[in-house]
Every structure is written in structure tokens, then in C-alpha cells.
């Protein structure tokens, strides 16, 4: 399984977009780029998915570049509530085992 | 359901007595994981079933945790003689294996061990 990279932390403030890039270089061919968000107390929660190009949803966007070895996650407009840990994954299939790295704790101040 | 559902949300036990979680998949998964979340960002898989069969039970510490899906009853994941290294959150997610890399967690069970 492809291991990811991200940052730690990262802060903004309302209103601001974010933007949270991962590293992934070792994808593999049927990889799929997957975001997850965890809030304290809560499980994780997938946000948003994509294998090329760019995937926009009601909640955020993801855009990857041609080579796929990297991914960005981004949101608009963030408020207090986006504050939560975000998690980039990548694999294939359903029935698969997630592979957590640390996540990137994104805290939004007033 | 359309959620996956854990019980209980809270187990206290001490050192040395079992400890027995439940989960509910949502309704037509195939799929069910056990992860445990130790530090805050930090999760760890333990096992996967599909149905009511194993299907990766590579994190399993089998000394001591065992698990079971069985047909018409909640997944369930018991630690016969708990350590205190034991405490955590254990999350529960489901999945169909149409979806790639999508799983649905359940709120997790706190489990501290005293």
C-alpha cells in the first residue's frame, strides 16, 4: 500500500480557503486518491475520492496532478465546524484495510 | 441501518477482565473493520470480515483478542484479560466492495482500562 505524506498542522482562520497537499509517490496504477475527516470524538469520515484531474463536491475539491503523485484537498471558505483531523489515503478496493498516517490537524480560528 | 452503529459508547474495565464491543454494520456491507485508535491520529487495523468469514486478520494480537460476524447479530470484538495498554478507541467501519477505499465508521467505543 502507497504510503502518504502530509503535514501535520495547519491553521486558518473563517472565511479563508485551504488548501492541504499530499505526498503520495509510490501510487500504484488502480490507486484512488481518498480524503477523510475525523472531528474529536467522532469516527472518520470520507469527504471525498478521485483518480485524476480534479473532483468537486458540496463539501470540498480535490485536485491531482497528471503524475498522481501528489493530491490537494481543498476547502472553501472554512468555518470553526471544518476544524478536524484530515486524513489522505490511497487504494483500490472496498473490501481493502486503510492505511492511516497521521493526518493533518487543521484548527479554524474566529 | 444507514449508519454503523457501536455499543457500548463507554467501557471501563480493569486490568485483567474482559472486554466485549459491538457493531453494526449498515445494512447490505459485506465488509466489516476493526480499527483501534490509540494516540489521537494514531489507527491501527486489527481485522476485516467479509460476511461472517475472516478476511484479513493480519493486526489481530490473537493472545488475547478475538472476533466474530455472525448471520442476524451484531460483529463483536472481546479482549479476554485487558492491559492497560488496551485503552483506546476502537471504531468499527463497514463497506461494500464495490467502493473503492470508501468505509463507513462507526462512533467508536472508548475502552479504558484501570
Known amino acids: 500500500l502507497a504510503k502518504t505524506t502530509q503535514p501535520i498542522s495547519m491553521d486558518s482562520y473563517e472565511g479563508q480557503e485551504v488548501n492541504i497537499t499530499c505526498s503520495h509517490n509510490?501510487?500504484?496504477?488502480?490507486?484512488?486518491i481518498t480524503w477523510y475527516q475525523q472531528f474529536p470524538s467522532q469516527g472518520p469520515r470520507f469527504i471525498i475520492q478521485?483518480?485524476?484531474t480534479k473532483v468537486t463536491n458540496e463539501v470540498a475539491s480535490l485536485f491531482i496532478p497528471a503524475d498522481r503523485k501528489s493530491s490537494t484537498l481543498s476547502l472553501p471558505r472554512v468555518s470553526l465546524s471544518d476544524t478536524a483531523v484530515y486524513y489522505c489515503?490511497?487504494?483500490?478496493?472496498?473490501?481493502?484495510?486503510?492505511?492511516f498516517g497521521t493526518g493533518t490537524r487543521l484548527l479554524v480560528s474566529p | 441501518g444507514e449508519e454503523v452503529a457501536q455499543t457500548p459508547k463507554h467501557l471501563v474495565r480493569g486490568e485483567g477482565q474482559k472486554a466485549k464491543l459491538y457493531c453494526a454494520p449498515i445494512?447490505?456491507?459485506?465488509?466489516v473493520f476493526w480499527y483501534q485508535q490509540v494516540l489521537k491520529n494514531e489507527f491501527k487495523f486489527l481485522i476485516s470480515?467479509?460476511?461472517?468469514?475472516?478476511?484479513?486478520e493480519t493486526g489481530m494480537p490473537k493472545e488475547r483478542f478475538s472476533a466474530k460476524c455472525l448471520p442476524n447479530s451484531p460483529c463483536s470484538l472481546e479482549i479476554q484479560a485487558t492491559k492497560l495498554e488496551d485503552s483506546a478507541v476502537y471504531f468499527c467501519?463497514?463497506?461494500?466492495?464495490?467502493?473503492?477505499?470508501?468505509?463507513?465508521f462507526g462512533p467508536g467505543t472508548r475502552l479504558t482500562v484501570t
Open positions: 467501519a463497514s463497506s461494500q466492495n464495490s467502493l473503492p477505499y470508501e468505509q463507513y
Open positions: 509510490n501510487i500504484a496504477t488502480n490507486d484512488y
Open positions: 478521485g483518480y485524476k
Open positions: 489515503l490511497v487504494g483500490d478496493t472496498g473490501f481493502q484495510k486503510l492505511v
Open positions: 445494512k447490505g456491507h459485506s465488509y
Open positions: 470480515f467479509q460476511n461472517e468469514n475472516v478476511f484479513d
